[in-house]
C-alpha cells in the first residue's frame, strides 16, 4: 500500500510537471504546454516573479517568456494593473494577447 502511493505520487509529479529540455546561456529551459520559457535568476515558469516596474521590463520578460520562438511580440500596452501585448506570427497575424501583471510579474493569455 506504502509503495503504490509513493509509486503513483511520482507518476503525478512526473505528469504534471513541466518538462526541463536543456540549458542554453547560462538558463535552465522548459518546456510547458504554454510555451517554452528560460528559467533564470529571479524568473519562473510563469514570468517575471517579481515587480515589472516599465513597458521595457515586461518587454524583456516577454522575449524571455518566448525564446528561439519565432514570434514578434507588439507594442506593450501600459495599463492600471498591467502590461499588454500582442503575440503575432512571422506574417503579422495576431495568435495571443498577453498581460505581465505589475505587481508579481506574471505572464497570462487574456484570449
Known sequence: MKHRLIASTLLSVFLIAPLR?????GCM???HPHGDYCEGMGSGLYGALKP?????EARRVLE???PQKEVIIGPIK???LFYEADIKSNKGVVIDRVIVDKRSGRIRSID
Open 29 to 31: 529551459q522548459w518546456r
Open 21 to 25: 529540455v536543456g540549458a542554453m546561456d
Open 52 to 56: 515589472v516596474k516599465s513597458a521595457a
Open 78 to 80: 501600459e495599463r492600471q
Open 64 to 66: 524571455q517568456f518566448y
